[in-house]
Nanobody, 116 residues
């Protein structure tokens, strides 16, 4: 049974930091590219960051570049999203996503709220 379980979300003040984690099971994690998406209320889901299966390459949306860092540990079957200098517009549900060719899986999401 495939599972992607996100954790680490919560309420943080503007300028603060959070670290999201996504624990994977039920598939060969090291074969999959991993991404973080987010969806704010009333908006479409958007791609935030992606990391290749080996972790050799990463990419980011312009809105988070320089503030967020995606990383993975293939020994622990876990992908992370380090979020710094958070802004109110980063408020959203953050989803973990695994992809390999035509195969993909989603996590259930974790809420991140940036507010004073």
């Amino acid at each position: 049974q495939v599972q992607l379980v996100e954790s680490g979300g919560g309420l943080v003040q503007p300028g603060g930091s959070l670290r999201l984690s996504c624990a994977a099971s039920g598939f060969t994690f090291s074969n999959y590219a991993m991404s973080w998406y987010r969806q704010a209320p009333g908006k479409e889901r958007e791609l935030v960051a992606t990391i290749t299966s080996t972790g050799s390459r990463t990419s980011y949306s312009d809105s988070v570049k320089g503030r967020f860092t995606i990383a993975r540990d293939n020994r622990k079957n876990t992908v992370y999203l380090e979020m710094n200098s958070l802004k109110p517009e980063d408020t959203a549900v953050y989803y973990c996503h695994a992809n390999r060719f035509v195969y993909y899986y989603w996590g259930q999401g974790t809420q991140v709220t940036v507010s004073s």
